[in-house]
């Protein structure tokens, strides 16, 4: 899977995509992230790529001009799946778009947004999709296309070591993950489930559906 993501910050994305699973994937050439500073297709002077709104308002716009030539460069080189703008008023992203992207995409670009957004003409002529990661406004669409891309990533297969652990996160099938622990077995006299030591491995499976059901029941019965 390729990931093109046009940024007017790149550097925000620096991290991310350069640790742990994520850089792993990269190295195993399972996934190959780009990062696209659109400034570098600003064609003016002074290297701008917003401007003010028309019809005034507070706030600048992100210029259609650079997006769109990063994105006529990226489809020279290959065909996309997906345009997809990070935006506060996009499709809540949850774990079933995120299974189906990752199962489905091979080649996406994300536009992350910035200051009042972009010029609506690549909302309206160009994004194919827009994902919102919550209800809630971010500076910027950098930290958002961050989470898409991981979570849909570490579903690809060979990205985790241990494939069974994305299928056993929390959401797969619509429940909470079961209580972890860890050793040692006891801790300040607080002690570990006695089933998870027994060694009985088909009880200690059904212990941890049982208590999934719990959880969601507990903590988000919306999902049941
Ligand atoms: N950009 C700003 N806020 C956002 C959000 N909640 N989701 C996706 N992109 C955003």
Redesign the pocket.
């Known amino acids: 899977m390729r990931i093109d993501i046009l940024s007017a910050v790149p550097s925000l994305l620096e991290s991310p995509f350069n640790d742990s699973i994520l850089k792993r994937a990269q190295e195993k050439k399972i996934v190959e992230i780009k990062v696209h500073n659109i400034r570098d297709y600003s064609t003016n002077k002074q290297k701008s790529i917003d401007d003010y709104a028309f019809g005034g308002g507070a706030g600048m716009v992100l210029c259609i001009e650079p997006i769109h030539k990063c994105i006529l460069k990226l489809q020279e080189e290959r065909k996309y799946d997906e345009i997809i703008y990070?935006?506060?008023d996009?499709e809540l992203?949850n774990q079933s778009i995120c299974n189906q992207m990752s199962s489905s995409y091979k080649n996406i670009i994300i536009i992350?947004?910035h200051y009042k957004g972009i010029d609506e003409r690549l909302r309206d002529q160009i994004v194919t999709r827009e994902?919102?990661?919550?209800?809630?406004?971010?500076?910027?669409?950098e930290?958002?296309?961050a989470v898409l891309t991981d979570a849909i990533i570490r579903l690809i297969p060979g990205v985790l070591n241990n494939e069974t652990s994305a299928l056993t996160d929390s959401f797969q099938d619509n429940l909470l993950a079961p209580p972890v622990y860890t050793r040692p077995a006891v801790y300040n006299n607080w002690k570990v489930p006695e089933i998870l030591t027994s060694g009985n491995l088909k009880a200690i499976e059904e212990w941890r559906h049982e208590k999934s059901i719990l959880r969601t029941k507990e903590k988000r019965p919306d999902l049941l």
């Open positions: 990070m935006s506060p996009g992203l992350c947004g994902i919102s990661i919550g209800d809630y406004v971010l500076s910027g669409g930290l958002a296309a």
